[in-house]
């Protein structure tokens, strides 16, 4: 019967309905637990370290360089990883957009500025640095001393 894997959403062919994983990542779990590492923690760290020696990478080949150091990973747990700020892809193919405001983002879920406004509305508004110094520095002029041309 054909299923879907619960780990990567790959269809394969099960032998029975208690059969929930592809080969592929049930031979991975199965290593990973002699191990003694969670499979999800070392296709993650894996994945890590082959974007930070190549920030350019394409998803596609991701999945590719992946596969071949024999891991699976999908394009799900991929966009999973950016959407959580885990990773940052700078070529991804459908990209990755802001939820509140809809502009194109590297990571996360929100861009800086609407990530700005969240926090305002949980916080109150933060002062920029100028307001900062305005509110801590008395002032030490008279009205009208800068203004030796008024009239």
């Known amino acids: 019967m054909?299923?879907?894997?619960?780990?990567?959403?790959?269809f394969?062919?099960?032998?029975?309905d208690s059969q929930v994983l592809c080969g592929s990542c049930?031979?991975?779990?199965?290593?990973?637990?002699?191990?003694?590492?969670?499979?999800?923690?070392t296709k993650y760290q894996e994945a890590k370290e082959i974007v930070r020696e190549n920030p350019d990478i394409s998803p596609e080949r991701l999945i590719k360089e992946m596969d071949e150091i024999g891991y699976k990973l999908t394009l799900r747990e991929i966009m999973d990883y950016v959407k959580q700020g885990k990773m940052?892809?700078?070529?991804?193919?459908?990209?990755?957009?802001?939820?509140?405001?809809?502009?194109?983002?590297?990571?996360g879920r929100l861009c800086p500025k609407c990530t700005k406004k969240l926090?305002?509305?949980?916080?109150?508004?933060v002062p920029t640095p100028t307001e900062e110094v305005q509110k801590t520095?008395?002032?030490?002029?008279?009205?009208?001393?800068?203004?030796?041309?008024?009239?």
Not at 2 to 10: A, D, F, I, S
Not at 95 to 100: D, K, M, P, T, V
Not at 137 to 151: A, I, L, Q, T
Request: proline share 4%.
């Open 2 to 10: 054909l299923k879907q894997c619960e780990k990567c959403g790959v």
């Open 12 to 16: 394969f062919g099960a032998d029975d």
């Open 26 to 41: 049930r031979m991975t779990e199965t290593n990973s637990r002699i191990k003694g590492v969670s499979i999800e923690d």
């Open 88 to 107: 940052t892809l700078k070529s991804v193919a459908n990209g990755i957009f802001c939820e509140e405001c809809g502009k194109r983002i590297l990571s």
């Open 119 to 125: 926090e305002e509305k949980i916080t109150g508004p």
């Open 137 to 151: 520095e008395p002032k030490s002029h008279k009205p009208g001393m800068y203004s030796r041309n008024k009239r």
